[in-house]
């Protein structure tokens, strides 16, 4: 049973730094896509930072240059290093992880709050 428990979030003044983790288990770590989305109030869920099938990262514009997601195979834990946040970067965090057969899965959310 797959299970991904995010952990990290809170609030945070603009310009200031959090970690998001997600602890996985019951998957194949490090095999197919995982990463970091997120959603805020009235918005649609995006992308923020994932980890491709062969490893490769993709940002989406917005974070680049401040945000850096990375794993620890051994723990089997992704994180998402947020730099220089801003107000905009106020959402609900989720963990994503892709299986083989395409099937998504998430953990239940961490909330970020950037304030001004």
């Known amino acids: 049973q797959v299970q991904l428990v995010e952990s990290g979030g809170g609030l945070v003044q603009a310009g200031g730094s959090l970690r998001l983790s997600c602890a996985a288990s019951g998957i194949i770590f490090g095999s197919n896509p995982m990463g970091w989305y997120r959603q805020a109030p009235g918005k649609e869920r995006e992308l923020v930072a994932t980890?491709?099938?062969?490893?490769?990262?993709n940002y989406a514009d917005s974070v680049k240059g401040r945000f850096t997601v990375s794993r620890d195979n051994a723990k089997n834990t992704v994180y998402l290093q947020m730099n220089s946040l801003k107000p905009e970067d106020t959402a609900v965090y989720y963990c994503?992880?892709?299986?083989?057969?395409?099937?998504?899965?998430w953990g239940q959310g961490t909330q970020v709050t950037v304030s001004s």
């Open positions: 994503n992880y892709r299986n083989t057969f395409g099937t998504n899965y």
């Open positions: 980890f491709g099938r062969g490893g490769t990262t």
